[in-house]
Each structure stands twice: as C-alpha cells, then as structure tokens.
C-alpha cells in the first residue's frame, strides 16, 4: 500500500509545482507589464516635451553644415612631405 502512495504523493506535488509557477508567472504579468507600459509612456511623453524647450543637444546635429578639423594631437612624425628622398 505505501508503495502506491508514493507515485500519489509525486503528483500532487507536481500540481502544486505547477500551480505556483502558474501564480508566479499570472502575477509577473498583472505587475510588470502595466509598469514597463508606465515607464515606456513617461519616458515618450518626457522626450516629447523636452524637444521643444532645448536646442540641438550635440553641435554637429545638422549634418549640412561642415565640421572644423581637428589638429592631430599624436603626430610622431616630421611635417615635410615632400617626397623629395625618394
């Protein structure tokens, strides 16, 4: 008789296995999901009213206009290209 218990025993501790991973994950989606679409709205609706206030937030926005050069700053060799050596 024990002997028949035992295969019971594991099956109802498998439906209640089941069970809980069933609440976990029901709960993870009535909690998390409502909250990511919170923070998604607040970050769209916080960008939207943040572009009208500000200028451009990085000075070579506008690709039309050309950027000044930069100096090398890690020049090791000499200046005078004239391929005169050669």
């Not at 009535?30 to 937030?57: E, K, N, Q, T």
Request: charged share 20%; no cysteine.
């Amino acid at each position: 008789m024990p002997f028949l218990l035992i295969p019971l025993m594991f099956f109802i501790v498998g439906l209640v296995l089941v069970a809980v991973f069933a609440i976990g994950i029901i709960l993870l989606k009535m909690l998390i999901v409502p909250a990511l679409l919170v923070v998604l709205a607040v970050w769209l609706f916080s960008r939207h009213d943040r572009d009208g206030r500000r200028g451009p937030r990085h000075p070579y926005r506008d690709q039309g206009a050309p950027r000044p050069r930069k100096n090398a700053t890690h020049v090791t060799e000499s200046h005078d290209d004239d391929w005169s050596d050669f």
